[in-house]
């Protein structure tokens, strides 16, 4: 059996001590670690309340290896490559924010691991599968050739995120198939604590959130301005996180 190589991580040790859990920060499609976290600055306004943190590149982004198989990152495995990461930190028990795809992630890793997720801010969550209707091999053609774009408009919206990647799109579209293949389908949440739930009221992909807060008693939504990738800028967000997670 190939073994799977272990992702990227990058630490950022608070200065402070502190009986605080750490925070698993986990970015979203297309992303890493610095696009959403460090450049966005939620980073340091975790840093400056004094919390330590764990981030990861999920697989086939930022510096971690790529795929080599859809079986390898599908919702499943990618969970269980997460877990991965807070074992080796050796995290008993961890505080969660997590954006777009990484939220969807970690609704799957909170099934693997319900007793040890603390308090979690979930941003940007789609409620449904947005790769559900996507044609993986159609997806493949137009990201290698930009020139013919494809028929269905998510397609090619896919298409051009992935193609800005370079030489990560060929990963990214395995990355799309194992997701379509374990579609999002949110039932129950496993985690001990209720969710937070951002929201930015530009963004159409987080439409019907609603429905995912009433599945959950006690879970939060707010709305704040800001589209899909407006929220990660939006200096509330940061705010938010700090207090929700704040012990």
């Known amino acids: 059996m190939r073994l799977r190589q272990p992702l990227a991580v990058t630490t950022y040790p608070s200065t402070e001590r502190t009986e605080q859990p750490p925070v698993l920060l986990v970015h979203g499609f297309c992303s890493s670690t610095r696009r959403t976290w460090l450049e966005t600055g939620v980073v340091q306004a975790l840093l400056d309340a004094g919390r330590t943190m764990i981030a990861p590149d999920l697989r086939g982004h930022?510096?971690?290896?790529?795929?080599?198989s859809a079986e390898e990152v599908d919702a499943v495995a990618s969970a269980q490559d997460?877990?991965?990461?807070?074992?080796a930190y050796d995290a008993d028990r961890f505080d969660v924010v997590a954006y777009s795809l990484g939220a969807r992630l970690v609704w799957e890793l909170a099934a693997l691991a319900p007793e040890r997720i603390g308090r979690v801010v979930f941003g940007g969550l789609n409620p449904t599968e947005p790769f559900a209707d996507v044609d993986v091999a159609e997806l493949r053609r137009a990201v290698h050739d930009g020139a013919t774009?494809?028929?269905?408009?998510?397609?090619g919206m896919i298409a051009g995120l992935i193609r800005?990647?370079?030489?990560?799109?060929?990963?990214?579209v395995t990355c799309v198939e194992g997701l379509r293949g374990?579609?999002?389908?949110?039932?129950?949440?496993?985690?001990?604590?209720?969710?937070w739930f951002v929201v930015g009221i530009d963004d159409t992909m987080t439409h019907g959130t609603k429905d995912l807060v009433a599945l959950i008693p006690g879970s939060r939504m707010v709305a704040m301005a800001g589209d899909h990738h407006g929220v990660l800028v939006n200096p509330?967000?940061?705010?938010l996180v700090v207090r929700v997670l704040d012990r």
């Not at 997460?82 to 074992?87: G, K, N, Q, S, T």
């Not at 509330?236 to 705010?239: A, P, T």
């Open 62 to 68: 930022g510096a971690s290896p790529a795929p080599t």
């Open 164 to 172: 800005a990647e370079g030489a990560r799109a060929d990963g990214l």
């Open 149 to 155: 774009p494809p028929a269905d408009p998510l397609t």
């Open 82 to 87: 997460l877990l991965a990461v807070v074992d």
């Open 182 to 195: 374990t579609p999002f389908t949110p039932e129950r949440w496993a985690g001990g604590t209720p969710p």
């Open 236 to 239: 509330f967000f940061r705010e």
